[in-house]
Nanobody
Framework: QVQLVESGGGSVQAGGSLKLSCAAS????????MGWYRQAPGKERELVST???????SYTDSVKGRFTISRNNALNILYLQMNSLKTEDTAMYYC??????????????WGQGTQVTIAS
């Protein structure tokens, strides 16, 4: 079955860095787009960044220039390098596998999330 397991969250000071990882299994990782989402307390889940199967990336405006999404198809791992972190980046971060194209998933799949807390 499809499994996504995030890691790398934690608590850091504003201006610091964290690198999130998402280990994927149970499907053909290289064929699927992937995304990072986050949800802060009392707020809706928002899309942070995506990477397609061919490596095309996109970012929400608030993280452009600070976050970098990448993937290692040999290891089936998705990454999110987060630099210059701000208190407003505090949230639970989730990775998602995105269906479509040559990705034969029937729906989005989600990991359990990893908490990122940024102190001022």
């Amino acid at each position: 079955q499809v499994q996504l397991v995030e890691s790398g969250g934690g608590s850091v000071q504003a201006g610091g860095s964290l690198k999130l990882s998402c280990a994927a299994s149970g499907y053909i990782f290289s064929r699927c787009g992937m995304g990072w989402y986050r949800q802060a307390p009392g707020k809706e889940r928002e899309l942070v960044s995506t990477i397609s199967s061919d490596g095309t990336t996109s970012y929400t405006d608030s993280v452009k220039g600070r976050f970098t999404i990448s993937r290692n198809n040999a290891l089936n791992i998705l990454y999110l390098q987060m630099n210059s972190l701000k208190t407003e980046d505090t949230a639970m971060y989730y990775c998602a596998a995105v269906p479509g194209g040559y990705c034969y998933l029937s729906s989005y799949y989600w990991g359990q999330g990893t908490q990122v807390t940024i102190a001022s």
